[in-house]
């Protein structure tokens, strides 16, 4: 299941780009804090400043995005469709977010982690993944259309958010 996530997630995040407007491209996490470094494979200077981005090979990313996003966020535990969305929501805005999100969506104590809870509520909702899936995906929405570079990245945020359900349904119907 990761590796079809992964590749999902690899095709909305592209290859290498150092583009100044972008916080994530920078060192320090903000326009002109630190180095314009760029993003590569989805991984930004902003997330891993000592990495040399542009070098980044393929399987490094792989092996990142495995480790500390698919991992950290609990998505092996996951339905398969309802794992890309948390999964491309962790890449995107941090695991502790996307798991917050997901908490939020099933209505149950915003702590950030994959336990017990959580998982119990994720199994109670198995007929009604449809509804999950999307309160989801708009609490990102919100959190995303708030943030400053909505207005220069925004139309292709909301393009990404709109392919996932899509992309999660074929996950699903795959496994």
Known sequence: MFDQAFKVVLDHEGHYSANPADPGN???GRCGAGECRGTNWGISAAAYPQLDIKA????????IYRRDYWDKAGCGKLPAALALLVFDAAVTSGVG????????????PQDGVIGPATLAAVEACAGNGFRLCADFQANR???????????????????????LPFEALQMGVAS
């Open 26 to 28: 920078w060192t320090g």
């Open 56 to 63: 980044l090979t393929l399987a490094e990313a792989q092996e």
């Open 97 to 108: 977010r996307a798991v917050r999100w997901l908490q939020a969506a099933l209505k149950v």
């Open 141 to 163: 929405l919100v959190f995303m259309a708030g943030l400053a570079t909505w207005r220069t990245f925004g139309a292709g945020w909301a393009r990404r958010l709109c392919e």
